[in-house]
C-alpha cells in the first residue's frame, strides 16, 4: 500500500513542477510542449537527479530522498521558505513507516480560552486543526453572523467559504485570496495526518461539489500561520477593513485563536464599535455561547 505521506509528497512536488515553465529555470522551451509545466526530466536535471527516480517520488513509491536531495529540489522548484518547511515535512515522514495508530482525540478549547474570547473587544474565534468552528465571541457574531444556527458539522470555515448561499455567489474582491489561505491552512493540517477522517470527509466533500475548490485544491499551497486583511460589507454600518491573524493555542498542535481586528481611531474602528453595539442590543439576555 503507498504510503499516504509518499502520495501527498509526490502530489506536492507534481503540483510545484507544473508551476514553473522552462524560461523560469534558464531552458529553452524547445518544440511543442504537452506539460504547461517542466517536464519530469528537465527538474531531474535541475536537481541532479536520474529521472527514474525522481519519477518514482512523484507516484509515490518507495523512495526515502535524503535531505540533500530535498535541497536540491527545494532549489530547483524555487520554494519559499513555507513550501521548503513543507516538503521537508512531508519527506520526513514519509521515511518512517506509517501509523497504526494515531492521536486524533477530539479538540477541547479550555476554559481560560473561553475566557480569553469573552473579554476581548473585537471579534475572535476559535478554530480547530481542520478550520473547524470551536468557540467565538459574541463580536465574531456581530461580525460573521450567529454559528450557533447552523449543524455542528457544518460548523468548518472551508464548507461555510464554499457554500454559495452563505456567499451569494462569492462576490467579494478578496474570496480567492481569502480561500487559499484557509485552504493552505488545511493542507499544513493534511501533512501532519493524511488520513485524518475530518480532513478526509472535508476535501472528498468539496472536491465533488466545487470545481472551485478543485482548482485551488490542486495548487498544493501551504500556510502554517497566515494573517491579513479582509473587506466586510455590512447592511447595518456599511463596508468595513479589518486585519486578522492566527495565534495557535498551548498545547498539541490543533486549536488557533482567529483575531480581527481594526486600526485604532480609524473609520472601520467606528464602525466595528457600531456593529458590535447593535449586536448587542438585539441579543440582550442571551446565554453567551
Given at each position: 500500500?503507498?504510503?499516504?505521506?509518499?502520495?501527498?509528497?509526490?502530489?506536492?512536488?507534481?503540483?510545484?513542477?507544473?508551476?514553473?515553465?522552462?524560461?523560469?529555470?534558464?531552458?529553452?522551451?524547445?518544440?511543442?510542449?504537452?506539460?504547461?509545466?517542466?517536464?519530469?526530466?528537465?527538474?531531474?536535471?535541475?536537481?541532479?537527479?536520474?529521472?527514474?527516480?525522481?519519477?518514482?517520488?512523484?507516484?509515490?513509491?518507495?523512495?526515502?530522498?535524503?535531505?540533500?536531495?530535498?535541497?536540491?529540489?527545494?532549489?530547483?522548484?524555487?520554494?519559499?521558505?513555507?513550501?521548503?518547511?513543507?516538503?521537508?515535512?512531508?519527506?520526513?515522514?514519509?521515511?518512517?513507516?506509517?501509523?497504526?495508530?494515531?492521536?486524533?482525540?477530539?479538540?477541547?478549547?479550555?476554559?481560560?480560552?473561553?475566557?480569553?474570547?469573552?473579554?476581548?473587544?473585537?471579534?475572535?474565534v476559535v478554530l480547530g486543526r481542520h478550520l473547524d468552528l470551536l468557540a467565538w465571541n459574541r463580536q465574531a457574531e456581530a461580525l460573521l453572523g450567529d454559528p450557533g444556527d447552523l449543524p455542528p458539522d457544518r460548523l468548518n470555515?472551508?464548507?461555510?467559504?464554499?457554500?454559495?448561499?452563505?456567499?451569494?455567489?462569492?462576490?467579494?474582491?478578496?474570496?480567492?485570496?481569502?480561500?487559499?489561505?484557509?485552504?493552505?491552512?488545511?493542507?499544513?493540517?493534511?501533512?501532519?495526518?493524511?488520513?485524518?477522517?475530518?480532513?478526509?470527509?472535508?476535501?472528498?466533500?468539496?472536491?465533488?461539489?466545487?470545481?472551485?475548490?478543485?482548482?485551488?485544491?490542486?495548487?498544493?499551497?501551504?500556510?502554517?500561520?497566515?494573517?491579513?486583511?479582509?473587506?466586510?460589507?455590512?447592511?447595518?454600518?456599511?463596508?468595513?477593513?479589518?486585519?486578522?491573524?492566527?495565534?495557535?493555542?498551548?498545547?498539541?498542535?490543533?486549536?488557533?485563536?482567529?483575531?480581527?481586528?481594526?486600526?485604532?481611531?480609524?473609520?472601520?474602528?467606528?464602525?466595528?464599535?457600531?456593529?458590535?453595539?447593535?449586536?448587542?442590543?438585539?441579543?440582550?439576555?442571551r446565554d453567551r455561547p
Open positions: 500500500m503507498t504510503h499516504p505521506y509518499a502520495r501527498e509528497l509526490g502530489d506536492f512536488l507534481r503540483a510545484r513542477r507544473d508551476r514553473l515553465h522552462p524560461d523560469d529555470v534558464g531552458l529553452e522551451p524547445g518544440g511543442r510542449r504537452r506539460v504547461a509545466g517542466l517536464r519530469r526530466e528537465e527538474l531531474a536535471l535541475l536537481a541532479g537527479l536520474s529521472t527514474g527516480y525522481y519519477q518514482r517520488m512523484e507516484q509515490g513509491r518507495d523512495v526515502r530522498p535524503s535531505d540533500d536531495v530535498l535541497d536540491a529540489l527545494a532549489t530547483a522548484l524555487a520554494l519559499d521558505d513555507e513550501e521548503r518547511r513543507h516538503l521537508f515535512t512531508l519527506a520526513h515522514a514519509a521515511r518512517r513507516p506509517a501509523r497504526a495508530r494515531v492521536d486524533r482525540a477530539p479538540e477541547v478549547v479550555p476554559d481560560s480560552t473561553r475566557r480569553l474570547l469573552r473579554v476581548l473587544h473585537t471579534p475572535a470555515m472551508l464548507l461555510l467559504l464554499f457554500d454559495d448561499e452563505l456567499t451569494r455567489g462569492r462576490t467579494c474582491a478578496d474570496w480567492e485570496r481569502q480561500a487559499l489561505d484557509y485552504i493552505g491552512m488545511m493542507r499544513a493540517a493534511v501533512a501532519a495526518d493524511p488520513t485524518h477522517p475530518r480532513a478526509t470527509a472535508i476535501v472528498g466533500e468539496l472536491s465533488i461539489r466545487s470545481a472551485e475548490f478543485r482548482r485551488l485544491w490542486a495548487r498544493h499551497d501551504v500556510r502554517a500561520s497566515v494573517s491579513g486583511t479582509k473587506t466586510f460589507h455590512s447592511p447595518a454600518v456599511g463596508d468595513l477593513t479589518l486585519e486578522w491573524s492566527t495565534y495557535p493555542l498551548p498545547g498539541r498542535p490543533g486549536p488557533f485563536l482567529l483575531v480581527f481586528t481594526a486600526e485604532p481611531d480609524s473609520a472601520d474602528a467606528d464602525r466595528l464599535h457600531l456593529l458590535g453595539s447593535l449586536h448587542a442590543t438585539r441579543t440582550t439576555g
